[in-house]
């Protein structure tokens, strides 16, 4: 998952950055790599705000051509598929934790931006979902 970024000017100087995407992100840093740099922070930091109120993570649009993106970690990325897919089927934690015959608990971390999850814990979540988590190179 990699979210366009907008990079704007500061009038103290340096850059502002803002995603289209996510408009709870927004940073600055004191040139063009250093605010990059905490786009990746603010990026995850707002994605705190969907996952703590269950609201869908919209995705990245396409980036414009020469466009500066922020990608997520993969773990992260895998969090914000599992969300989605729970909002959308309208599936809470305890009855993802019956399928997965799993304490309540396991799913909520599973769930939680702050807590370090193994990414097979989050695909066999998305196939009981009747989804597959598929990693590729590109």
Same mark, same amino acid.
């Given at each position: 998952?990699?979210?366009? #970024?907008?990079?704007?000017?500061?009038?103290?100087?340096?850059? =502002?950055? /803002?995603?289209?995407?996510?408009?709870?992100?927004? /940073?600055?840093?004191?040139?063009?790599?250093?605010?990059?740099? +905490?786009? @990746?922070?603010?990026?995850?930091?707002?994605?705190?705000?969907?996952?703590? !109120?269950? $609201?869908?993570?919209?995705?990245?649009?396409?980036?414009?051509?020469?466009?500066? =993106? #922020?990608?997520?970690?993969?773990? #992260?990325?895998?969090?914000? *598929?599992?969300?989605?897919?729970?909002?959308?089927?309208? =599936? $809470?934690?305890?009855?993802?934790?019956? $399928? *997965?015959? =799993?304490?309540?608990?396991?799913? /909520?971390?599973?769930?939680?931006? $702050? +807590?370090?999850?193994?990414?097979?814990?989050?695909?066999? @979540?998305?196939?009981?979902?009747?989804?597959?988590?598929?990693?590729? @190179? !590109?």
């Amino acid at each position: 998952m990699r979210y366009p #970024v907008n990079l704007e000017a500061a009038e103290e100087g340096g850059f =502002v950055v /803002t995603f289209p995407d996510i408009p709870e992100a927004i /940073t600055q840093g004191a040139d063009r790599a250093d605010a990059l740099h +905490h786009a @990746a922070d603010a990026l995850e930091s707002a994605l705190e705000f969907y996952f703590d !109120a269950r $609201r869908t993570v919209p995705a990245p649009s396409k980036p414009r051509r020469g466009q500066s =993106v #922020v990608e997520l970690p993969a773990s #992260v990325a895998a969090k914000v *598929l599992l969300l989605n897919e729970m909002i959308a089927q309208k =599936v $809470r934690p305890a009855e993802l934790a019956r $399928r *997965l015959q =799993v304490k309540p608990q396991e799913v /909520t971390r599973l769930i939680d931006l $702050r +807590h370090t999850s193994k990414i097979d814990g989050i695909a066999g @979540a998305l196939k009981a979902l009747g989804k597959t988590l598929e990693i590729r @190179a !590109a």
